[in-house]
């Protein structure tokens, strides 16, 4: 408000203010009871387990024995065909028949987070998933599956960024998510996953599990990696888990 010097406020201009505090107030009161609200409805133990079905405790174990001289070997590879350089990768980690064997069904956990292009860098390049499908098959692989429960529409995600056809033109299956593949699980020890749904289902059969993850910077956990994008296998409001972000990584791991 401006003032009139030698003048005092008006009557009206005293009211505004007083109107103004009270709106302020009125608002301030609202947002606090629509927060309250939410600490209300956030169930830290997800969603109820659906009647009927067996709830798990863990979702197997994929791990291979340490190969001989590659514990704790990374491969980088630099350069810019994409198919080249996984070659190149999984070779200098002893060949991708070093993890995938003749008969082996392998599930390829993508990032298909987002319904965008892959030249965003959001999600798993399609080249990448073509190149390690290929690989498996070569190695004898049976079957390979491709899967994520993504945050957008799954079939826009996976058209959009290009898995989707990567997958077909590679022979590998493509798995959405379905009701039917989720199943409750509680970790034990676990103080997040307990009675969580996770996507149990694209996994029976499977006798390997790659996770392609493309490399981002995540605002909670500083980078998004392996660990992270196992995020894609848990259904529910899973976003509750960025209150602790490293803890339901711990979870995953």
Aim: a positive charge; hydrophobic letters at 45%.
């Amino acid at each position: 408000m401006k003032e009139v010097p030698g003048k005092e406020p008006s009557a009206a201009a005293d009211l505004t203010r007083r109107d103004f505090l009270k709106r302020l107030g009125v608002a301030s009161a609202a947002a606090l009871a629509a927060g309250g609200l939410g600490l209300a409805l956030y169930d830290p133990k997800g969603p109820a387990p659906v009647q009927g079905q067996k709830t798990l405790s863990s979702l197997g174990d994929f791990g291979l024995p340490a190969l001989a001289g590659t514990a704790g070997k990374m491969a980088i590879v630099r350069g810019r065909d994409r198919k080249v350089m996984v070659a190149r990768g999984v070779m200098a980690l002893g060949g991708m028949g070093a993890f995938v064997h003749p008969g082996d069904r392998v599930l390829l956990k993508v990032n298909a987070a987002f319904a965008t292009p892959a030249s965003l860098g959001a999600t798993t390049h399609p080249e990448v998933l073509a190149a390690v499908a290929g690989l498996c098959y070569q190695a004898g692989a049976a079957q390979v599956l491709v899967t994520d429960n993504p945050i957008n529409n799954p079939e826009s995600c996976f058209a959009i960024s290009g898995l989707a056809e990567a997958a077909t033109a590679a022979g590998a299956r493509l798995i959405t998510p379905q009701a039917r593949l989720f199943s409750p699980l509680s970790l034990p020890g676990g103080k997040l996953l307990v009675n969580w749904p996770v996507m149990a289902g694209v996994l029976q059969g499977v006798t390997k599990v790659m996770v392609l993850s493309p490399v981002k910077d995540h605002q909670r956990a500083g980078a998004s990696l392996t660990l992270k994008n196992l995020y894609g296998f848990l259904g529910g409001r899973r976003n509750v888990f960025h209150q602790d972000i490293n803890g339901i990584i711990t979870e995953l791991g």
